[in-house]
């Protein structure tokens, strides 16, 4: 059936919900009001206030309470209203529910997704629009992923909250509107495994969450001009399928990689160095990235020139062919 991102996020936690009785959903506004952007939208009413819980406006309180639940067995769900709202939680996150496992040897597990509605768009203020991902993906002990259509919204939420292992789910919130057609009955793809999502020949294109449409808006462009662009949904952010780039630049010899943080020690970075180490000698032009600039996120009327858009991923492109 043809649903939102939105709407596909709500059918992932409903079901899996219904199929474990030890999943519960926790967050600022979630209940009553079904999230800002509405992706809990009558859970609580049908679930009831004990499995979908309204929690005061305390960060650090909701991960530090779902840690203590998870440790007694239960698998909660925490949503971080704002990608910006995450840091007052970031001990708890990085210094307590990245470690317990290696703390115990094994011995206790943390069951724990954390949801972070992520990235620009939306014309929002401070603190609404950032992309905090690569000081979790850095983080040892934690699983990081972000879908990018509706389809994968709903198999990797239901993937996450099934794991032993905390994972930082990332969303990308300009893509909650976005629809497309969602067979809830397919087999999902392994979760950290990449996506080919367009074939191509002259150069490879790399992308996550909300840049995949800009990345493939510009391989059908590129086609328009004579020029053929694979272009890869990378979905896991930590681990990374590095064999499915790998298996794209050997073919390709050229490789892009694009998204919203800044470009200065953002996953790109780690792409292109391990792209680098693992392909020298098929590459013909340097790894090159495009991202966001070194600033704190700009005001609403600035952000479409410091999101990447398919004219800087093009330059780029050129840049790389002409080398």
């Known amino acids: 059936m043809i649903t939102t991102f939105a709407a596909a996020l709500n059918a992932g936690l409903r079901r899996a919900m219904d199929d474990d009785p ?13 999230g800002v952007f509405r992706v809990t939208d009558t859970l609580q009413k049908d679930f009831g206030n004990n499995r979908v819980i309204d929690t005061p406006l305390a960060e650090s309180g909701i991960v530090g309470t779902a840690f203590g639940m998870a440790l007694r067995g239960w698998r909660p769900v925490c949503e971080i209203q704002f990608d910006g709202f995450v840091y007052p939680a970031f001990d708890q996150i990085v210094s307590h529910v990245a470690k317990i496992h290696y703390r115990t040897q094994g011995k206790v597990i943390a069951p724990i997704t954390i949801r972070i509605p992520f990235g620009g768009g939306i014309g929002s203020v401070e603190h609404h629009s950032e992309s905090p ?133 953002g996953l790109g970075a780690e792409i292109a160095a391990r792209i680098t180490e693992r392909c020298f000698y098929y590459l013909e032009a340097p790894v090159l990235r495009v991202g966001g600039f070194d600033i704190p996120y700009p005001p609403a009327k600035l952000e479409k020139h410091h999101l990447p858009d398919p004219d800087r991923i093009l330059a780029a492109v050129d840049r790389s062919l002409a080398a």
């Open 133 to 265: 991902e690569a000081y979790f993906a850095h983080t040892a002990g934690l699983r990081v992923v972000t879908p990018s259509n509706p389809a994968d919204a709903y198999s990797m939420i239901r993937q996450a909250i099934a794991l032993d292992d905390p994972v930082i789910f990332f969303e990308p919130k300009r893509r909650y509107w976005d629809k497309a057609e969602v067979d809830f009955d397919a087999d999902a793809l392994p979760l950290h495994r990449a996506r080919v999502v367009a074939d191509g020949d002259d150069a490879t294109i790399v992308a996550y969450g909300g840049t995949v449409a800009s990345a493939i808006t510009a391989a059908k462009i590129a086609a328009e001009e004579g020029h053929s662009l694979e272009v890869i949904d990378l979905r896991s952010l930590s681990p990374i399928d590095f064999d499915t780039i790998e298996a794209s630049v050997a073919k390709t010899g050229r490789l892009i990689v694009t998204h919203e943080a800044p470009v200065f020690a």
């Open 22 to 34: 030890k999943v519960v959903l926790m967050g600022e506004d979630i209940g009553r009001l079904g």
